[in-house]
């Protein structure tokens, strides 16, 4: 890869698309890179020709009929070196992500450490993916097998987009699949940065492509074509529908990690002021662009003033700026169409009897920066307790107990992740067991890693991504029945 645009001290580098082992930039741009903190163009993002889609679905064929038979051992190391490369390489991808995305540099270096582990999770799980033997009679055997289920289209998000990708890459190849991948068009040079160090850590021409054009032609080229076998994406509900609709097609599995819109009960007997620190670290934490990010807040009556005004003071200090700028804990929103989403939501809830208890608006005339936003006494009407803010933006509700709380949170569509806070061992036992999402945190914000299952019920997605189940999607069992006998 080679680099254009500066910004911040730092480089941007040059995205290219990779098909069969080789970097293309001289195709004509689908898109430019803007920078979200300060509207400046970093740099067009070469679009895929006709030409070009059939010779990566071509290579990824290729790539996997010589990936499936290195040995699980093999597969393992590369995996692992790729992780060493990741943390070496972390100081010139994290800037990279800052500065498509606009989240503070932390966060970005926090991010392709949290990628690097999937790697390192699915080097050893790849390991652990056994068959087993099925009794039955003698002289006859039976076995069952797991293999890779061929070449794989991923379409990764721009929020995460190191993570995601990483995830990605890490069950596809571990599983012994070939992988073509659509990052998103907002942050492409990330996943390209992390494209290169599956190539310098040794994998073989073909096993990996990264594509880039218009989402919808890349979608249709690639799961419509009989080279790809299964699908996984990390997006909204609406493209998780559509990809799922062109993959019934061809009848391929999909792997789906869709948009939540995560609930947090707050008990009577919590102390109001400590939730309400933890609440402004998780709900503001990139600037809200989280899948599992605090979207309801449903508080005790009881404890609910104390908590929303310790919540919005808190809100009220935190330091929003560039991603780059010393001390900056919150940064932009991806675009201005967000900025339009959070102005349309918060007048929504106010008309409806919502109080603005901090923020509510844009912050300065450059760059897409928006204050962190709390909103008190928020009616169960507004669209922002049914529609996914995916920004600063936290509604607040009070409840007349938990039985109430939970109605409210299961009441919707989807379910990816949800909080419970509470002392009350036997009341975060059950609600914890009740709420319908993948994911439940008790007293903390956090949401599961390489080691643990990731996924949403109902429409947030199908599938789970880390833990033991981390290959699945990425595998076949195949039957295999022998009688041991001469004929």
Known sequence: MTDQASSHGYTYPKVGMLIDGEWIYDRAPCHQVQNPADDQILGPVPGATDADFDRALAAAQRGFEIWRKVPPQERSE???????????????????????????????????????????????????????????QHPNYQFVMREPIGPVAAFTPWNVPVSAAGRKLAGTIAAGCSVIIKPASQTPASTCLLAQCFIDA?????????????????????????????????????????????????????????GGHAPVLIGADVNPAKVAELAVGGKFRMAGQLCVSPSRFLIHEKVYDDFVGEFAARAGKLK????????????????????????????????????????????????????????????????????????????????????????????????????????????????????????????????????????????????????????????????????????
């Open 202 to 258: 040794g994998l073989p021409d073909g096993v990996l492509q990264v594509i880039h054009g218009k989402s919808s032609q890349v979608s249709e080229k690639l799961i419509l074509s009989p080279v790809i076998r299964a699908v996984t994406l990390t997006g909204s509900v609406e493209v998780g529908k559509q990809l799922m609709r062109l993959a019934a097609e061809g009848v391929k599995p999909s792997l789906m990690e869709l």
């Open 78 to 136: 590369l995996l692992k070196r790729v992780a060493v490369l990741m943390r070496e390489r972390a100081k010139d991808i994290a800037p990279a992500i800052t500065l498509e995305h606009g989240k503070p540099l932390a966060d970005a270096e926090a991010e392709v450490s949290r990628s690097s582990s999937f790697l390192d999770w699915d080097a050893e799980q790849l390991l652990r993916t056994y068959g087993r033997v099925v009794p039955t």
């Open 320 to 487: 929003v700026g560039d991603g780059f700028t010393e001390g900056a804990q919150v940064g932009p929103l991806v675009n201005f169409r967000r900025i339009e989403t959070m102005q349309s939501l918060v007048a929504d809830a106010v008309e409806r009897g919502a109080k603005v208890l901090t923020g509510g608006e844009r912050v300065g005339n450059s760059g897409c920066f928006f204050a962190p936003t709390v909103l008190g006494d928020v009616p169960l009407d507004a669209r922002v307790m049914h529609e996914e803010p995916f920004g600063p933006l936290a509604p607040c509700t009070p409840v007349a107990d938990m039985d109430q709380a939970l109605s409210i949170a299961n009441d919707i569509e989807v379910g990816l992740a949800g909080y419970v806070f509470t002392n009350d061992v036997e009341m975060a036992d059950r609600l914890s067991n009740a709420l319908e999402c993948g994911s439940v945190a008790i007293n903390q914000f956090t949401s599961p890693g390489a080691d643990a299952p990731f996924g949403g019920h109902k429409e947030s997605g199908i599938g789970v991504e880390g833990g033991m189940e981390s290959l699945d999607s990425y595998t076949v069992s195949k039957t295999i029945s022998q009688r041991r006998v001469n004929i």
